[in-house]
């Protein structure tokens, strides 16, 4: 309690002292100062982080590895993919007689998936095909991959997860 009386009555003797001193002496340009006394006027110079050789070289060394392993990591998404793709692709040209057949244009996802309408979810996804494309909600399932899904309805995906385009085959 005793600091802040302390505190408070040298603020108020320095605002006086302050005070007195302005009434002789009058500021010509009472905006520039704050209250700390600091000329808000003084050009302030923001100065660029500078990089060395060293550290632009390991900057770039490792966005460099980061962007291959992403490129590692979309290599790997689309090979698990295409490793359950290609059968169920070469059973529907079978079962379609290349899909010259009425029924190509047939929802086939009954023979990927089984589970019950509660445990899909919905999402929206554009499908092109010669005639258009439109916009549809999509029903996907946790135990079936997404492109799989798609490709029972005629459908490759644009991406090997969470495809939200997929043209007709």
Not at 85 to 112: C, E, Q, R, V
Not at 137 to 149: E, G, I, V
């Given at each position: 309690a005793e600091i802040g009386r302390t505190l408070q009555t040298n603020l108020a003797?320095?605002?006086?002292n302050q005070?007195?001193?302005?009434?002789?002496n009058p500021d010509l340009h009472p905006d520039t100062h704050n209250d700390l006394g600091y000329s808000d006027t003084a050009l302030w110079e923001d100065i660029p982080e500078s990089m060395n050789k060293e550290d632009a070289a390991s900057l770039a060394h490792i966005q460099s590895?980061?962007?291959r392993l992403i490129q590692e990591?979309?290599?790997q998404n689309w090979k698990d993919v295409l490793e359950i793709l290609f059968p169920i692709y070469l059973h529907l040209k079978n079962l379609t007689a290349n899909w010259t057949l009425p029924l190509a244009l047939d929802n086939h996802s009954g023979l990927l998936c089984n589970c019950p309408p509660g445990t899909q979810t919905v999402r929206e996804?554009?499908?092109?095909?010669?005639m258009g494309q439109k916009r549809v909600n999509f029903k996907f399932c946790s135990c079936t991959p997404d492109p799989a899904l798609l490709l029972a309805n005629g459908y490759l995906s644009s991406t090997p997860i969470f495809p939200?385009?997929?043209?007709?085959?």
């Amino acid at each position: 309690a005793e600091i802040g009386r302390t505190l408070q009555t040298n603020l108020a003797h320095d605002t006086t002292n302050q005070e007195s001193e302005t009434l002789g002496n009058p500021d010509l340009h009472p905006d520039t100062h704050n209250d700390l006394g600091y000329s808000d006027t003084a050009l302030w110079e923001d100065i660029p982080e500078s990089m060395n050789k060293e550290d632009a070289a390991s900057l770039a060394h490792i966005q460099s590895i980061h962007q291959r392993l992403i490129q590692e990591q979309k290599y790997q998404n689309w090979k698990d993919v295409l490793e359950i793709l290609f059968p169920i692709y070469l059973h529907l040209k079978n079962l379609t007689a290349n899909w010259t057949l009425p029924l190509a244009l047939d929802n086939h996802s009954g023979l990927l998936c089984n589970c019950p309408p509660g445990t899909q979810t919905v999402r929206e996804v554009d499908l092109i095909d010669l005639m258009g494309q439109k916009r549809v909600n999509f029903k996907f399932c946790s135990c079936t991959p997404d492109p799989a899904l798609l490709l029972a309805n005629g459908y490759l995906s644009s991406t090997p997860i969470f495809p939200q385009t997929a043209f007709s085959v």
